[in-house]
């Protein structure tokens, strides 16, 4: 079943307004605090957002099976959000997400990425260090919804393919 999944070609483009049902269905199952199709709206208008979607195309249909927000500021490229839908996890989706990140920063001469993950998170952690990052720093109390702390993490853009 898996195998099959991954034969199917996945397109990652711009996230759409008409994206927002199927982005959200993911999001609540995501997250402990998820947010808000109003977030989502104001990311898609931030002209500091980017938002992308992983596509699956079907005989007949095409779904949004992962997604990933970020904002480029300066020369620094910091991740918002990303997630995967349960069902297409383990897939290489996220790390395909988190690449397309990482040339669209190389794109813009940006040289650095940056991101916060809650400390018990360890799939995403393991995921941000396949992508090269690395912890930094600390938020105590970053997450009021658990009170857990936040690890900041960081990567260099210059590993990216020329
Ligand atoms: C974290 C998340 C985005 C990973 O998505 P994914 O598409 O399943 O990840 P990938 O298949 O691209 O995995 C890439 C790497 O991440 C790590 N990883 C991902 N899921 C993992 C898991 N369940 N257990 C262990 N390692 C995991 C592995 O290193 C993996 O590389 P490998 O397959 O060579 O071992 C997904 O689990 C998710 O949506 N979680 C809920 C939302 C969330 O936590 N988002 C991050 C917020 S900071």
Excluded at 44 to 68: G, M, P, Q, T, W
Excluded at 129 to 154: Q, S
Aim: proline residues 2%.
């Amino acid at each position: 079943m898996s195998d099959k999944k991954n034969s199917l070609p996945v397109i990652i483009d711009r996230m759409l307004i008409t994206d927002l049902p199927e982005v959200l269905a993911i999001e609540q199952e995501s997250f402990h605090s998820p947010w808000t199709v109003g977030m989502f709206k104001r990311e898609l208008e931030n002209a500091h957002s980017r938002c992308f979607c992983a596509r699956l195309n079907f005989e007949d249909k095409s779904i949004v099976a992962a997604y990933i927000v970020f904002w480029l500021v300066a020369d620094e490229v910091h991740l918002h959000n990303l997630a995967v839908d349960k069902e297409y996890r383990r897939q290489g989706l996220a790390f395909q997400l988190m690449e397309a990140m990482k040339e669209i920063a190389r794109q813009n001469q940006v040289v650095a990425q940056t991101l916060e993950v809650r400390e018990s998170n360890t799939e995403a952690i393991k995921l941000y260090r396949k992508c090269g990052f690395v912890v930094k720093g600390v938020r105590p109390l970053y997450y009021t919804d658990t009170k857990e702390d936040a690890l900041i993490m960081w990567a260099d853009v210059s590993s990216v393919k020329k």
